[in-house]
């Protein structure tokens, strides 16, 4: 079984930065590959990176070049740096955990872009 925690978010102006972390803790738990998805008003879910257990990763379009994702294997902790942060932005990040189980959610946090 896997628990995953988000923390970070908050409410920053156009071209702020903010830094989400999910911790991940459970048996299940691991040097897995691990994703940031957000959900904005109105639209569907999109992943919007993922890193892999040795530290490749990936990114939609629209957060190439701003968002960095990252993980600390010791701590089991995986984090979105987003840098040059634009209303649409605002979302509820949500990160997750696939093992050869299931995927796991956390559940969420708020991140909130406006001047």
């Known amino acids: 079984q896997v628990q995953l925690v988000e923390s970070g978010g908050g409410l920053v102006q156009p071209g702020g930065s903010l830094r989400l972390a999910c911790a991940a803790s459970?048996?299940?738990?691991?040097?897995?590959?691990m994703s940031w998805y957000r959900q904005a008003p109105g639209k569907q879910r999109e992943q919007v990176a993922f890193?892999?257990?040795?530290?490749?990763?990936n990114y939609i379009d629209s957060v190439k070049g701003r968002f960095t994702i990252s993980r600390d294997g010791a701590k089991n902790t995986m984090y979105l740096q987003m840098n040059s942060l634009q209303p649409e932005d605002t979302a509820v990040y949500y990160c997750?955990?696939?093992?050869?189980?299931?995927?796991?959610w956390g559940q969420g946090t708020q991140v909130t872009v406006s001047s």
């Open positions: 459970g048996s299940g738990s691991g040097t897995y590959p």
């Open positions: 997750t955990l696939r093992n050869r189980i299931d995927e796991y």
């Open positions: 890193i892999t257990s040795n530290g490749r990763t």
